[in-house]
C-alpha cells in the first residue's frame, strides 16, 4: 500500500487566490513527521513546512498552511494569496519514527500551475 | 552558495562509462541521502549515511556504489549503467539529533541530471 498519497496530479489556480493541495498518508508509527516539499523545474527541492505528529496546533510558514486532520490521516498544503512563481511541483513526505538516518517517502506530486 | 551542491549538474555517459557524481553541503548536518527520481515515479531514497556510517541500502545495484569520506562530502559511483537508470539524481542532507531522538527536515541539492546513452 502507498504509504503517501497525492490525488491531484494537476491543479490550477489564478493568482493570488488561495489553493489546497491533498496529502493522505498511511503509518501505523505513533511517532511521523509530514514535510511539503517544492519543486521547480530546476530540479531542487525545496523545504516548505513541516508538521510533527505531536504537535497539536498546524503548522504556518508565511503564505504556507499545513491543514493536519490526524483521526483523517491527512494533511494539506494550503497556499494563500498564489503567486505566479508558485508554479512547480510539490511533494509531500513523511518520516515514519525518530530513530537516526530515518528515511522520507514521497507522494507522487501535484503539479501546480498559476495563471495571471 | 546553496547549501547542499551537487556536481556535475548534468551527466551523459556510456554503459560502458565509470564516473562519479558529488555532493557536498555546507550546513553541518551529520546525515546525507541519495535519491533518484525517475519521471513520473515519486522519489525512491537509495543510500542514507548518517554519523559517517551507511544506515540504509535499498536493494540498489551494485552498480551505483556510494562513498562518504566525511560528514559534509557524499559520493556516488557509477559504472556500467543502464539506459533505465537515466533520471535525476538528488542528494539531501539533515541533522541527526541523537539525544533529543529528532531528525530535522532534509535539505536537498539541485540534482544531477543523468543520462545513460
Known amino acids: 500500500a502507498q504509504k503517501i498519497t497525492q490525488t491531484q496530479p494537476g491543479m490550477f489556480v489564478q493568482e493570488k487566490e488561495a489553493v489546497t493541495l491533498d496529502c493522505t498518508y498511511d503509518?501505523?508509527?505513533?511517532?511521523?513527521?509530514l514535510f511539503w516539499y517544492k519543486q521547480p523545474s530546476s530540479g531542487e527541492m525545496i523545504f516548505l513546512i513541516y508538521?510533527?505528529?505531536?504537535?497539536?496546533q498546524n503548522a504556518t510558514e508565511g503564505r504556507y498552511s499545513l491543514n493536519f486532520q490526524k483521526a483523517r490521516k491527512s494533511a494539506n498544503l494550503v497556499i494563500s494569496a498564489s503567486q505566479l512563481g508558485d508554479s512547480a511541483m510539490y511533494f509531500c513526505?513523511?518520516?515514519?519514527?525518530?530513530?537516526?538516518?530515518?528515511?522520507?517517502?514521497f507522494g507522487e506530486g501535484t503539479q501546480l500551475t498559476v495563471n495571471p | 552558495e546553496t547549501g547542499v551542491t551537487q556536481t556535475p549538474r548534468h551527466l551523459v555517459m556510456g554503459m560502458t562509462n565509470k564516473k562519479s557524481l558529488k555532493c557536498e553541503q555546507h550546513?553541518?548536518?551529520?546525515?546525507m541521502y541519495w535519491y533518484k527520481q525517475s519521471a513520473k515515479k515519486p522519489l525512491e531514497l537509495m543510500f542514507v549515511?548518517?554519523?559517517?556510517?551507511?544506515?540504509e541500502n535499498n536493494s540498489v545495484p551494485s552498480r551505483f556504489s556510494p562513498e562518504c569520506p566525511n560528514s559534509s562530502h557524499l559520493f556516488l559511483h557509477l559504472h556500467t549503467l543502464q539506459p533505465e537508470d537515466s533520471a535525476l539524481y538528488l542528494c539531501?542532507?539533515?541533522?541527526?539529533?541523537?539525544?533529543?531522538?529528532?531528525?530535522?527536515?532534509?535539505?536537498f541539492g539541485q540534482g544531477t541530471r543523468l543520462t545513460v546513452v
Open positions: 508538521q510533527g505528529s505531536y504537535d497539536q
Open positions: 513526505a513523511m518520516r515514519e519514527g525518530e530513530t537516526s538516518g530515518s528515511r522520507l517517502t
Open positions: 549515511y548518517s554519523l559517517e556510517e551507511r544506515v
Open positions: 539531501a542532507s539533515s541533522q541527526v539529533l541523537v539525544k533529543k531522538k529528532r531528525v530535522t527536515e532534509a535539505f
Open positions: 503509518t501505523s508509527d505513533p511517532s511521523y513527521g
Open positions: 550546513l553541518g548536518h551529520n546525515a
